[in-house]
């Protein structure tokens, strides 16, 4: 079993669909990572979280630190949303575990 | 915001040859650099943590002679795969941090280097 694993693996959505990607880690840890890829192979990172709830625009994370669980929400999905998102923790020292990843793939 | 510089996006080079990648970190001082090698379709794997002025720490089954790191300053390092062969093909890619608060750190990915060894 994964240390960090994430659902679904695909996602297929309508433009301006509510978008939910979940991730679930089995390790103590002192952030989780929410990642995002461009077909292009570029990785920029998109939020950072110990605790709680963040926004940045259309994109939400929540995490619940007890249950092991993490959440990125997009709103109003857009073709250019499409990517592949990745769920990584940080544990000990600054290094990171990642999940699969999730392709998701907006459509006009 | 953080900016990780990394040259070449994209090589081909002949089997045996030595090719070069750089990161620079190019409004911060990074602590730390991070590669990694990803496969088509697969996630992030960690090649070799470094930091400024030390010897990389490389993960298992990853061969030091073999990829080179160097963090000779706080905002350059480099990983030259030597010797290249074909299945040293793949995607590299770099990250840096700095500290952040709550002993949490940012990190900050370079856009990535094809290689292709043929």
């Known amino acids: 079993k994964n240390e960090v694993e994430q659902s679904p693996q695909n996602l297929t959505a309508q433009e301006g669909e509510f978008i939910t990607i979940n991730c679930s880690y089995s390790?103590?840890?002192?952030?989780l990572h929410w990642l995002q890829q461009h077909p292009g192979g570029g990785i920029v990172s998109l939020f950072m979280?110990?605790?709680g709830k963040k926004k940045h625009g259309r994109l939400i994370a929540t995490i619940n630190i007890q249950e092991k669980h993490s959440s990125l929400h997009i709103t109003a999905s857009h073709p250019r949303d499409s990517a592949v998102y990745i769920c990584?923790?940080?544990?000990?020292?600054?290094?990171?575990?990642f999940g699969e990843g999730t392709q998701l793939t907006v459509n006009p | 915001g953080a900016v990780v510089s990394q040259h070449p996006s994209w090589v081909i080079c002949k089997s045996g040859t030595s090719v070069k990648i750089e990161c620079r970190s190019l409004?911060?001082?990074?602590?730390?650099m991070f590669w990694y090698r990803q496969f088509p379709k697969q996630s992030l794997m960690l090649m070799a943590t470094?930091?400024?002025?030390?010897?990389?720490?490389?993960e298992q089954g990853v061969e030091k002679d073999k990829f080179l790191i160097n963090h000779a300053s706080l905002t350059l390092s480099t990983l030259t795969v030597t010797s290249a062969h074909p299945e040293d093909s793949s995607f590299y890619i770099c990250?840096?941090?700095?500290?952040?608060?709550?002993?949490?750190?940012?990190?900050?990915f370079g856009s990535g280097t094809r290689l292709t060894v043929v």
């Open positions: 990250s840096a941090t700095t500290q952040g608060g709550a002993g949490n750190y940012g990190y900050t």
């Open positions: 390790v103590g840890i002192s952030a």
């Open positions: 979280l110990s605790s």
């Open positions: 990584a923790v940080e544990a000990s020292g600054s290094r990171l575990t």
């Open positions: 409004d911060f001082q990074a602590t730390t």
């Open positions: 470094s930091n400024e002025g030390s010897k990389a720490t490389y």
